[in-house]
Protein backbone atom coordinates (compact mmCIF):
# COMPACT_ATOMS: atom_id res chain seq x y z
CA UNK A 1 0.00 0.00 0.00
CA UNK A 2 2.51 2.55 -0.99
CA UNK A 3 1.72 5.81 -0.99
CA UNK A 4 2.64 8.65 -3.76
CA UNK A 5 4.45 11.65 -2.62
CA UNK A 6 1.86 13.73 -3.19
CA UNK A 7 -0.91 11.60 -1.01
CA UNK A 8 2.45 11.65 1.79
CA UNK A 9 1.73 15.40 1.26
CA UNK A 10 -1.66 15.63 1.12
CA UNK A 11 -1.83 13.67 4.59
CA UNK A 12 0.71 15.86 6.15
CA UNK A 13 -1.06 18.73 5.32
CA UNK A 14 -4.21 16.98 7.26
CA UNK A 15 -1.96 16.31 10.16
CA UNK A 16 -0.88 19.69 10.86
CA UNK A 17 -4.29 20.99 10.54
CA UNK A 18 -5.35 18.19 12.94
CA UNK A 19 -3.07 19.65 15.29
CA UNK A 20 -4.56 22.79 14.91
CA UNK A 21 -7.40 21.26 16.34
CA UNK A 22 -9.46 21.10 12.71
CA UNK A 23 -11.72 18.33 13.16
CA UNK A 24 -12.46 18.37 9.65
CA UNK A 25 -9.03 17.61 8.53
CA UNK A 26 -8.79 15.00 11.02
CA UNK A 27 -12.25 13.13 9.38
CA UNK A 28 -10.82 12.99 6.07
CA UNK A 29 -7.93 11.29 7.97
CA UNK A 30 -10.20 8.70 8.85
CA UNK A 31 -11.71 8.36 5.76
CA UNK A 32 -8.27 7.06 4.40
CA UNK A 33 -7.35 4.95 6.55
CA UNK A 34 -10.60 3.83 8.02
CA UNK A 35 -10.70 0.56 6.14
CA UNK A 36 -7.06 -0.59 6.47
CA UNK A 37 -6.46 -0.06 10.05
CA UNK A 38 -10.63 -1.95 10.42
CA UNK A 39 -8.76 -5.09 7.72
CA UNK A 40 -5.20 -5.17 10.34
CA UNK A 41 -7.59 -5.20 13.67
CA UNK A 42 -10.33 -7.60 11.92
CA UNK A 43 -7.72 -10.43 11.64
CA UNK A 44 -6.44 -10.34 14.99
CA UNK A 45 -9.33 -10.03 17.42
CA UNK A 46 -12.73 -11.68 17.56
CA UNK A 47 -14.98 -10.01 14.26
CA UNK A 48 -17.55 -8.38 17.03
CA UNK A 49 -14.58 -6.55 18.48
CA UNK A 50 -13.04 -5.26 15.36
CA UNK A 51 -15.42 -2.27 14.58
CA UNK A 52 -15.30 -0.95 18.68
CA UNK A 53 -11.37 -1.38 18.53
CA UNK A 54 -10.79 0.36 15.22
CA UNK A 55 -12.62 3.17 16.48
CA UNK A 56 -10.69 3.58 19.83
CA UNK A 57 -7.54 3.50 17.60
CA UNK A 58 -8.88 6.28 15.63
CA UNK A 59 -10.07 8.29 19.07
CA UNK A 60 -6.06 7.64 20.51
CA UNK A 61 -4.98 9.15 17.34
CA UNK A 62 -7.29 12.31 17.91
CA UNK A 63 -5.94 12.73 21.69
CA UNK A 64 -2.29 11.67 20.46
CA UNK A 65 -2.20 13.60 17.49
CA UNK A 66 0.25 16.56 19.32
CA UNK A 67 2.83 13.37 19.62
CA UNK A 68 2.95 13.42 15.99
CA UNK A 69 6.22 14.99 14.39
CA UNK A 70 6.97 14.10 10.93
CA UNK A 71 10.72 13.41 10.95
CA UNK A 72 13.17 11.57 8.39
CA UNK A 73 12.30 7.19 8.58
CA UNK A 74 8.82 8.37 10.10
CA UNK A 75 5.50 8.68 8.68
CA UNK A 76 1.93 9.33 9.86
CA UNK A 77 1.27 5.67 8.16
CA UNK A 78 3.40 4.24 10.52
CA UNK A 79 2.56 5.92 13.43
CA UNK A 80 -1.02 5.10 12.93
CA UNK A 81 -0.70 1.76 12.65
CA UNK A 82 1.79 1.30 16.10
CA UNK A 83 -1.52 2.57 17.85
CA UNK A 84 -3.46 -0.19 16.58
CA UNK A 85 -0.88 -2.69 16.97
CA UNK A 86 -0.99 -1.03 20.65
CA UNK A 87 -4.77 -1.27 20.71
CA UNK A 88 -4.44 -5.17 19.51
CA UNK A 89 -1.94 -5.89 22.24
CA UNK A 90 -3.68 -3.68 25.40
CA UNK A 91 -7.35 -5.78 24.25
CA UNK A 92 -5.83 -9.10 24.32
CA UNK A 93 -4.05 -8.02 28.09
CA UNK A 94 -7.51 -6.59 29.09
CA UNK A 95 -9.36 -10.26 28.40
CA UNK A 96 -6.53 -12.33 28.10
CA UNK A 97 -9.14 -15.64 27.95
CA UNK A 98 -10.20 -14.62 24.84
CA UNK A 99 -9.91 -16.34 22.05
CA UNK A 100 -7.65 -15.12 19.09
CA UNK A 101 -10.11 -15.15 16.00
CA UNK A 102 -13.55 -15.94 15.77
CA UNK A 103 -14.16 -17.14 12.52
CA UNK A 104 -16.89 -15.67 9.94
CA UNK A 105 -18.26 -16.12 6.52
CA UNK A 106 -18.05 -12.71 5.68
CA UNK A 107 -14.35 -12.46 6.07
CA UNK A 108 -12.67 -8.89 4.65
CA UNK A 109 -11.57 -10.08 0.87
CA UNK A 110 -7.49 -10.50 0.84
CA UNK A 111 -5.64 -7.83 -1.47
CA UNK A 112 -2.29 -9.67 -3.06
CA UNK A 113 -1.88 -12.90 -4.81
CA UNK A 114 1.29 -14.78 -3.17
CA UNK A 115 2.09 -18.13 -1.52
CA UNK A 116 0.58 -18.91 0.32
CA UNK A 117 -2.04 -16.30 0.18
CA UNK A 118 -2.41 -17.92 -3.35
CA UNK A 119 -4.72 -20.23 -1.49
CA UNK A 120 -7.07 -17.68 -0.54
CA UNK A 121 -9.29 -18.36 -3.80
CA UNK A 122 -12.88 -18.92 -1.66
CA UNK A 123 -13.89 -18.41 2.11
CA UNK A 124 -12.97 -21.95 3.08
CA UNK A 125 -9.72 -21.52 2.17
CA UNK A 126 -9.52 -18.08 3.93
CA UNK A 127 -10.78 -19.74 6.94
CA UNK A 128 -7.99 -22.68 6.61
CA UNK A 129 -5.37 -19.85 6.96
CA UNK A 130 -6.32 -17.86 9.64
CA UNK A 131 -6.34 -21.12 11.82
CA UNK A 132 -2.96 -21.35 11.07
CA UNK A 133 -2.04 -17.86 11.30
CA UNK A 134 -3.22 -18.03 14.85
CA UNK A 135 -0.45 -20.23 15.56
CA UNK A 136 2.21 -18.20 14.32
CA UNK A 137 4.41 -16.05 16.56
CA UNK A 138 3.17 -12.50 17.43
CA UNK A 139 5.86 -10.74 14.98
CA UNK A 140 5.12 -13.26 12.74
CA UNK A 141 1.65 -12.89 12.61
CA UNK A 142 1.64 -8.72 12.28
CA UNK A 143 3.94 -9.15 9.12
CA UNK A 144 1.79 -11.87 7.19
CA UNK A 145 -1.13 -9.23 8.00
CA UNK A 146 0.66 -6.34 7.14
CA UNK A 147 1.92 -8.04 3.85
CA UNK A 148 -1.04 -9.96 2.54
CA UNK A 149 -4.01 -8.22 4.07
CA UNK A 150 -3.01 -4.66 4.07
CA UNK A 151 -0.87 -5.02 1.21
CA UNK A 152 1.96 -2.98 2.83
CA UNK A 153 5.94 -3.28 1.20
CA UNK A 154 8.64 -4.40 3.40
CA UNK A 155 10.37 -0.92 4.37
CA UNK A 156 6.59 0.52 5.60
CA UNK A 157 6.30 -2.83 7.69
CA UNK A 158 9.59 -2.44 8.93
CA UNK A 159 9.22 1.04 10.17
CA UNK A 160 5.84 0.52 11.42
CA UNK A 161 7.20 -2.74 13.21
CA UNK A 162 10.46 -0.22 13.85
CA UNK A 163 12.79 -2.78 12.44
CA UNK A 164 15.09 -3.61 9.50
CA UNK A 165 14.15 -4.18 6.04
CA UNK A 166 16.11 -6.95 6.29
CA UNK A 167 15.10 -7.98 9.72
CA UNK A 168 10.96 -8.26 8.04
CA UNK A 169 12.10 -10.51 4.94
CA UNK A 170 13.55 -13.05 7.70
CA UNK A 171 10.16 -12.37 9.71
CA UNK A 172 8.41 -13.20 6.53
CA UNK A 173 10.22 -15.74 4.93
CA UNK A 174 10.38 -17.89 8.19
CA UNK A 175 6.45 -17.01 8.43
CA UNK A 176 5.51 -18.34 4.95
CA UNK A 177 7.21 -21.26 5.61
CA UNK A 178 5.75 -22.28 8.71
CA UNK A 179 2.11 -21.23 6.99
CA UNK A 180 2.91 -23.70 4.39
CA UNK A 181 3.39 -26.81 6.93
CA UNK A 182 0.45 -26.01 9.04
CA UNK A 183 -1.54 -25.79 5.81
CA UNK A 184 -0.23 -28.82 4.59
CA UNK A 185 -0.87 -30.20 8.18
CA UNK A 186 -4.56 -29.19 7.44
CA UNK A 187 -4.69 -30.72 4.55
CA UNK A 188 -3.34 -33.83 5.48
CA UNK A 189 -6.10 -33.76 8.72
CA UNK A 190 -9.33 -33.03 6.22
CA UNK A 191 -8.05 -35.89 4.18
CA UNK A 192 -7.70 -38.35 7.12
CA UNK A 193 -10.98 -37.10 8.14
CA UNK A 194 -12.65 -37.43 4.54
CA UNK A 195 -11.12 -41.12 4.29
CA UNK A 196 -12.60 -42.15 8.00
CA UNK A 197 -16.36 -41.25 7.07
CA UNK A 198 -16.02 -42.92 4.23
CA UNK A 199 -14.48 -45.75 5.60
CA UNK A 200 -17.32 -45.72 8.17
CA UNK A 201 -20.22 -45.01 5.62
CA UNK A 202 -19.33 -48.36 3.68
CA UNK A 203 -19.56 -49.95 7.20
CA UNK A 204 -23.09 -49.09 7.50
Do not use: C
Amino acid sequence: MALTKKELREIESLVRRAQKDDAEAFGEIYDRFVVTIYRYIYYRVPKNEAEDLAETVFLRAWEKRHSYHKQKGNSFNAWLFRIAHNAVVDFYRVNAKTELVELSDDLPEMRRSADPSATLENKFEQKKLIRALRELPELQQQVVVLKFVNGFENDEIAEILEKSVGAVRVIQFRALNRLKDLLEKQRQSSNESEHLAFKTAEDV
